[in-house]
């Protein structure tokens, strides 16, 4: 039961600990501590009130613990701690009732008014002065819960910022890919004499890629349409390579053009299509690329020719940063999901939040 963190207990003991001394202050000045019998029974009724005080709110902390108040939206808190409150609060008046009853703690007054109106009236009229001070320890406890859950936000989005910039950085060493650039200058050297015209659309095509690899880690997401420009530069250079062993396709929704994805995403599903699917078959095959706006969510997928391995499937850096900085970017609220569609078609998806 006395369990608890310890500035949890050093709050519960400056609280109440303030809430005698202030009690004991006005005693003082009004004289009441004067006479022996007056001074004596003042303190016993102060101790045994502030030992339900603490003992109750920390009976009321473990309901709120267990009972996860602190989870739900602040209308079904407030109704929560304020009922929790007028409950603890009840029995606050009943346990202190019993307790000066027991004691004999109750002034020649208090007696009269007992006669009077009776037992259940004054533990309601006790009850009504718990309630305030149930309230303001709830309120109290509820701010202090607020303000070190924003904190730990705020910690926790710069631990975040900080672990997206180091795995992006690493994405931008797998994306410079030496292979594929040199390929890709072999490529550009074909052509130089073959065709020069295409020779320099080719070395403006890699600059491109090259330059988005390297300012990536410089945002967090960029619009559709830039990513697809440099999946297009990509597609165009892996063309000059495989000629006519690579088809590509397009199905995207121009309404989407302008969302905002995670930078080199949908270029890296691309390049794993070309490397592990068209790479591999004789006879090439079809990369298709598609996008699309379903449920409120972003829909990038990408199909190639090939067959599903355990190499390509789930292994690899490139496929795990997508599965990483998707988990860090978009908790619960994405997916990623690569399978084989059919006998002779791989198909990798993403879901984003639009």
């Not at 000059?240 to 690579?246: I, Q, S, T, Y």
């Not at 940063?321 to 998707?326: N, T």
């Amino acid at each position: 039961m006395f369990r608890g963190k310890k500035s949890y207990w050093w709050f519960q003991l400056l609280g109440w600990g303030g809430f005698f001394l202030m009690h004991l202050f006005f005693a003082w000045f009004y004289g009441k501590l004067d006479d022996t019998a007056e001074r004596s029974l003042f303190f016993a009724r102060a101790l045994s009130f502030v030992s339900i005080g603490i003992i109750m709110t920390h009976v009321m902390r473990i309901f709120i613990r267990k009972l996860n108040l602190l989870n739900h939206n602040i209308g079904i808190q407030v109704v929560n701690f304020m009922l929790l409150s007028f409950i603890t609060a009840l029995l606050c008046g009943l346990v202190e009732h019993q307790l000066f009853d027991y004691f004999s703690l109750f002034t020649s007054r208090e007696i009269e008014l007992l006669k009077k109106r009776g037992v259940w009236l004054m533990s309601f009229n006790s009850t009504i002065s718990w309630c305030i001070y149930m309230f303001l320890w709830n309120a109290v406890y509820l701010i202090y819960h607020y303000e070190r859950d924003y904190q730990q936000q705020q910690i926790d989005t710069l631990q975040l910022k900080a672990v997206v910039r180091e795995l992006e950085l690493k994405t931008i060493k797998s994306n410079i890919n030496p292979h594929f650039i040199f390929n890709a200058l072999n490529s550009i050297r074909a052509l130089v004499d073959e065709n020069p015209e295409r020779a320099r659309e080719a070395i403006t095509e890699l600059s491109n890629i090259l330059r988005s690899s390297i300012t990536m880690h410089r945002t967090e997401t960029v619009m559709l349409k830039n990513e697809l420009d440099i999946v297009e530069d990509y597609l165009a250079l892996e063309q000059v390579r495989f000629e006519d062993r690579l088809a590509v396709r397009f199905d995207i929704d121009h309404t989407i053009l302008d969302k905002q994805i995670p930078p080199m995403m949908l270029q890296t599903l691309v390049e794993n299509a070309i490397k592990h699917g068209i790479g591999r078959e004789v006879k090439g095959g079809v990369v298709s690329i598609g996008a699309s706006l379903k449920n409120n969510l972003i829909e990038l997928c990408v199909r190639n020719t090939g067959r599903l391995t355990n190499n390509n499937g789930h292994t690899g850096f490139g496929l795990n940063s997508i599965r990483d900085r998707l988990k860090l970017l978009y908790p619960g609220r994405s997916g990623f999901e690569i399978r084989q569609l059919t006998p002779e078609m791989v198909e990798a998806k993403i879901e984003l939040p639009a």
